[in-house]
């Protein structure tokens, strides 16, 4: 791994000692404003490349979210490049047009670079949210299904069951106002299992009822929220 992680950096400084040493051996050290501004700026849009994947919004989509990305800085770093090097080889005396230039792309790089990430934090946002949705639904079914199998009591079970079908038949769509609610029914559906789990006939049917009411309440709210 350590081996790997060398091999990674020498890859990423190639470019900055090819372009370093073609620089200075080509042209020296003596170069006018126009020429350090160009330097400066090829360097920053590198840069922004390395720092791409520190700048991807972590979530099922991440592959697509640090491809949109990557595009955007390989874009800004091609562009800046080819730019650059015409301002450093014809060298102008003022300073103006390569920073003006050269600023402008820049701003237009960070436009998109920064309305693309507000953009995938969103989708993230929004995926995380449909995974806490389904993950309710989901646990909760899975919980009161593997009860039933081990409920003896025909009253009991008959309970448990309607609420396994209420929980299974509950919309997936959810509403950030509604996680404490859900966060109490999961907790009401520990009790119901430490109840079947301690064969206590009554403290089953009285969970079920109870919870069989959250969930009703739950599903009715979010009907008027949708």
């Known amino acids: 791994m350590k081996k790997i992680n060398t091999l990674w950096i020498i890859l990423k400084l190639i470019f900055l000692i090819v372009f370093n040493s073609l620089f200075f051996l080509i042209g020296g050290i003596e170069h006018n404003a126009s020429v350090w501004i160009s330097y400066g700026f090829i360097h920053f849009a590198y840069i922004m490349l390395l720092l791409t994947p520190r700048l991807i919004s972590e979530g099922n989509s991440s592959s697509i979210f640090g491809l949109t990305l990557y595009s955007i800085s390989a874009g800004y770093f091609l562009i800046e490049i080819i730019i650059g090097t015409v301002f450093i080889i014809f060298s102008p005396e003022g300073y103006k047009a390569a920073l003006l230039v050269q600023f402008c792309i820049a701003g237009l790089y960070g436009i998109l670079l920064i309305t693309n990430m507000i953009a995938n934090r969103h989708t993230a946002d929004a995926e995380n949210d449909r995974q806490h949705q389904i993950a309710y639904v989901k646990n909760a079914s899975t919980k009161l299904?593997?009860?039933?199998?081990?409920?003896?009591?025909?009253?009991?079970?008959?309970?448990?069951?309607?609420?396994?079908?209420?929980?299974?038949?509950?919309?997936?769509?959810?509403?950030?106002?509604?996680?404490?609610?859900?966060?109490?029914?999961?907790?009401?559906?520990?009790?119901?299992?430490?109840?079947?789990?301690?064969?206590?006939k009554e403290n089953i049917i009285s969970l079920a009822n109870t919870l069989l009411l959250a969930i009703n309440e739950r599903n009715m709210q979010l009907q008027g929220k949708n």
């Open 145 to 200: 299904k593997g009860m039933l199998d081990r409920i003896s009591d025909k009253e009991a079970k008959k309970n448990v069951e309607r609420v396994y079908d209420a929980v299974y038949s509950s919309p997936i769509k959810s509403h950030p106002s509604f996680i404490q609610m859900e966060n109490r029914i999961i907790q009401y559906i520990n009790e119901l299992e430490d109840a079947v789990s301690a064969g206590n």
